[in-house]
């Protein structure tokens, strides 16, 4: 009774118009909204322990601690999609060149200069809430802290597009253009993607695309917007744990996250700190 099935009547045909995406009633967007703030508040935890010397497994156990003692776990630990195998901890962590998916190790030390992506995703009565942020590590170079700002930018600029019949292509529109017109590459491997009882589901947002193109939003969808920019070319390539994403060039890569929902007039953060 909770997921609304959109079907057009007033046709002969039953014609799916919704292309089979949950729209979340306001019972489960409550929910959402709790989970959303465990996220916010887990992601500004873990901030506070960001310093040279402390490794990516110490952040992983610390999110452990923290994500038990609010009654939560998290998606991440042996999540295992088509073609991967169970990831093996409970957040990611992903460093200067990491794309995405980096996995928290005891010898993966942070040191002065470093950028680091850390991505959560706890799950709290049935429903998740992903976010994440691209952290500085001591002073990094000008051209790492213009990176990371612009990335954030991006996202920022992507979700100010939502509304009801605004297109999936405005986000990735307003996220591309913001990129180019600083010199920095979209990742195009890397989608947000509709959230809620599931952790990926549909639709797919890309961080790229044209204005007035792809699906039309609707209130009560819930998706997450996660562009990854590039200091270097938008080239990545897989390591052979099954994860992690690097980039070609070895050089740059920065991301940040929000679940968000289409309201009646507009977006809300559903992973925004309140
Ligand atoms: N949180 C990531 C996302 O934004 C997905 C991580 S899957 C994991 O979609 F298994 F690597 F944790
Ligand atoms: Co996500
Ligand atoms: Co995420």
């Known amino acids: 009774?909770?997921?609304?099935?959109?079907?057009?009547?007033?046709?002969?045909?039953?014609?799916?118009?919704?292309?089979?995406?949950?729209?979340?009633?306001s019972r489960e967007l409550t929910k959402m909204r709790r989970v959303g703030q465990i996220a916010a508040n887990l992601l500004n935890h873990l901030e506070t322990m960001i310093k040279p010397g402390v490794s990516?497994?110490?952040?992983?156990d610390e999110a452990e601690c923290w994500t038990k003692a609010y009654g939560a776990k998290n998606a991440p630990l042996g999540y295992a999609?088509?073609?991967?195998?169970?990831?093996?901890?409970?957040?990611?962590?992903?460093?200067?060149e990491v794309v995405c998916h980096g996995i928290p190790n005891p010898r993966q030390i942070l040191k002065d200069g470093?950028?680091?992506?850390?991505?959560?995703?706890?799950?709290?009565?049935?429903?998740?809430?992903?976010?994440?942020?691209?952290?500085?590590?001591?002073?990094?170079?000008?051209?790492?802290?213009?990176?990371?700002?612009?990335?954030?930018?991006?996202?920022?600029?992507?979700?100010?597009?939502i509304k009801p019949g605004a297109r999936v292509g405005d986000i990735g529109a307003a996220i591309a253009e913001y990129a180019k017109a600083n010199g920095f590459s979209v990742v195009k491997e890397m989608l947000g993607h509709g959230i809620g009882r599931q952790f990926h589901c549909r639709p797919e947002i890309p961080h790229y695309g044209q204005r007035g193109k792809g699906l039309k939003l609707r209130p009560g969808m819930v998706f997450t917007v996660e562009p990854i920019l590039n200091e270097g070319t938008g080239n990545i390539k897989f390591l052979a744990d099954g994860w992690t994403a690097i980039t070609k060039d070895?050089?740059?890569?920065?991301?940040?996250?929000?679940?968000?929902?289409?309201?009646?007039?507009?977006?809300e953060i559903l992973t925004l700190p309140r």
């Open 81 to 96: 999609p088509l073609n991967h195998p169970p990831f093996p901890r409970s957040i990611c962590t992903s460093v200067n």
């Open 250 to 267: 070895k050089k740059l890569s920065a991301q940040f996250e929000h679940t968000v929902a289409v309201t009646n007039t507009g977006v």
């Open 114 to 161: 470093d950028i680091i992506n850390i991505d959560v995703t706890p799950i709290l009565d049935g429903y998740h809430g992903d976010t994440s942020k691209t952290f500085l590590v001591g002073s990094p170079s000008h051209k790492a802290q213009k990176l990371v700002e612009v990335t954030r930018e991006c996202m920022l600029r992507g979700i100010a597009k």
């Open 1 to 25: 009774m909770d997921n609304i099935n959109l079907f057009s009547t007033n046709t002969n045909l039953l014609k799916p118009v919704n292309r089979g995406i949950t729209l979340l009633s």
């Open 56 to 60: 990516t497994q110490e952040l992983n």
